[in-house]
């Protein structure tokens, strides 16, 4: 079965950083492209970013674009996600995806 984890949210004030990672099993990592999905409270889900199977090209939602970084680590089947200069709309729960599977997430929350 497709596994996939995510942790390292937290609580941040505005400004601060946090790294995301997603462990990943039950497929063959390095073969896929993997991305983060972001949820707010009382909206739908938001793409946040994509990284193809190899690491070699990243794509970013506008919203995020500059001060987020994704990447990958095949050899330990992991994703990760670098986010700087939080702000308080980056607030959700932030969940890596593999094509239609989406694992658990974890909560990332930005606020003074």
């Known amino acids: 079965d497709v596994q996939l984890q995510a942790f390292g949210g937290g609580s941040v004030q505005p400004g601060g950083s946090l790294r995301l990672s997603c462990a990943a099993s039950g497929f063959t990592f390095s073969t896929k492209t993997m991305s983060w999905i972001r949820q707010a409270p009382g909206k739908g889900p938001e793409w946040v970013s994509s990284?193809?199977?190899?690491?070699?090209?990243?794509s970013y939602a506008d919203s995020v674009k500059g001060r987020f970084t994704i990447a990958r680590d095949n050899a330990s089947n992991t994703l990760y996600l670098e986010m700087n200069n939080l702000k308080p709309e980056d607030t959700a729960v932030y969940y890596c995806q593999m094509g239609s599977e989406r694992g658990q997430g974890t909560q990332v929350t930005v606020s003074s």
């Open positions: 990284i193809n199977s190899g690491g070699g090209g990243a």
